[in-house]
């Protein structure tokens, strides 16, 4: 079993960066592909971005690339999330989420946090 915690999510102004961390706990995240995942209201959860088991290659969904980065440090046992240059529809509860597998697909992931609520005024 894998416990996800997630952090950093607040309130922001448009423009402005936030740092969302995902803390693990149970198993060494190392073995796991992770993902962040975000769901705005009444909408369905989507991708957002995701990192190998190294953290050498990263993916991540249009609407975020060159604004969001994803690391990922496994001695720590945490996923990041770094948003810059954030607008109105960034904001939704950001998930993270481990597989066991190598998809990143919402349903075929195996674990997942609570979620961080992230809201972007202008």
Not at 47 to 57: E, K, L, Q, T
Not at 77 to 86: E, R, V
């Amino acid at each position: 079993q894998v416990q996800l915690v997630e952090s950093g999510g607040g309130l922001v102004q448009a423009g402005g960066s936030l740092r969302l961390s995902c803390a693990a706990s149970g198993r060494t995240v190392s073995v796991f592909v992770m993902g962040w995942f975000r769901q705005a209201p009444g909408k369905e959860r989507e991708f957002v971005a995701g990192i190998r088991r190294s953290g050498d290659i990263t993916y991540y969904a249009d609407s975020v690339k060159d604004r969001f980065t994803i690391y990922r440090d496994n001695a720590k046992n945490t996923l990041y999330l770094q948003m810059n240059s954030l607008n109105s529809e960034d904001t939704a509860i950001y998930y993270c989420a481990a597989n066991g597998g190598s998809s990143y697909r919402l349903e075929h992931m195996d674990y997942w946090g609570k979620g961080t609520q992230v809201t972007v005024y202008t």
